[in-house]
């Protein structure tokens, strides 16, 4: 089945540094891609999504380029916030009937 | 728009109890899943429901149930509850056809 692998958390990083997080995916077919947010005591939020290859996704900041040749997924930001400490998820999605796969998501703590 | 809702926030069982939450999908969605999300961990797919009936099922025991109402609002109910059964339970709902699921705050649940 449809799995994912992002980089061992926590990550730790001082305010305006630039972020990467790594994930590759393993799916049948040709996934949406999908990174989650989950702000402490929340439930999730979605940051961004692909739906196809070099597809760009982007939203407050954060970017991540849907790449079907290395099957990858990672989210960058140029410049962290404080306010961006959280934890992330990765997730393909096969169809609109499938579920959602989550890893066990990255913890990022920015401190000023 | 109201987003995903679901209730209660928070819950306290007992060994042995039986417990039911619930979840109301955002306007325009019919199809309702729902997540288990124990400390630390991703969350980890339980079931969904389309059309009042179990589409798919993750790896969990039967004693995990739940249920879809005509107005696509859904329950979890969960009986004979153990402390390995605290966690967190995300509903998540989607539109028809789409790709990608909006998710509610969810409801945590410990079990004493």
């Known amino acids: 089945g449809d799995s994912v692998t992002q980089m061992e958390g926590p990550v730790t990083l001082s305010e305006e540094a630039f972020l990467t997080i790594n994930c590759t995916y393993t799916a049948t077919g040709y996934p949406s891609l999908f990174w989650y947010v989950q702000y402490p005591g929340e439930g999730l939020q979605l940051l961004l999504k692909?739906?196809?290859?070099?597809d760009k996704g982007s939203n407050k900041g954060f970017e991540a380029t849907y790449r079907k040749e290395t099957t990858s997924f990672h989210l960058e930001k140029g410049s962290v916030q404080v306010s961006d400490s959280a934890v992330y998820f990765c997730a393909p999605l096969n169809s609109g009937n499938t579920p959602l796969v989550f890893g066990k998501g990255t913890r990022l703590s920015v401190i000023a | 728009d109201a987003g995903v809702t679901q209730s209660p926030t928070h819950l306290i069982k007992t060994r042995g109890q039986q417990v039911t939450l619930r979840c109301s999908p955002k306007?325009?969605?019919?199809?309702v899943s729902w997540y288990q999300q124990a400390l630390g961990q991703g969350p980890q797919f339980i079931f969904q429901y389309y059309e009042e009936e179990e589409r798919q099922r993750g790896n969990f025991p039967d004693r995990f149930s739940g249920h879809q109402f005509p107005n696509y609002s859904s329950e979890l109910n969960v009986n004979a509850l153990l402390l390995g059964d605290s966690a967190l339970y995300l509903c998540?709902?989607?539109?028809?056809?789409?790709?990608?699921?909006?998710f509610g705050s969810g409801t945590r649940l410990t079990v004493v």
């Open positions: 998540a709902s989607s539109p028809p056809g789409a790709r990608g699921y909006t």
């Open positions: 306007s325009g969605h019919d199809t």
């Open positions: 692909a739906t196809k290859a070099d």
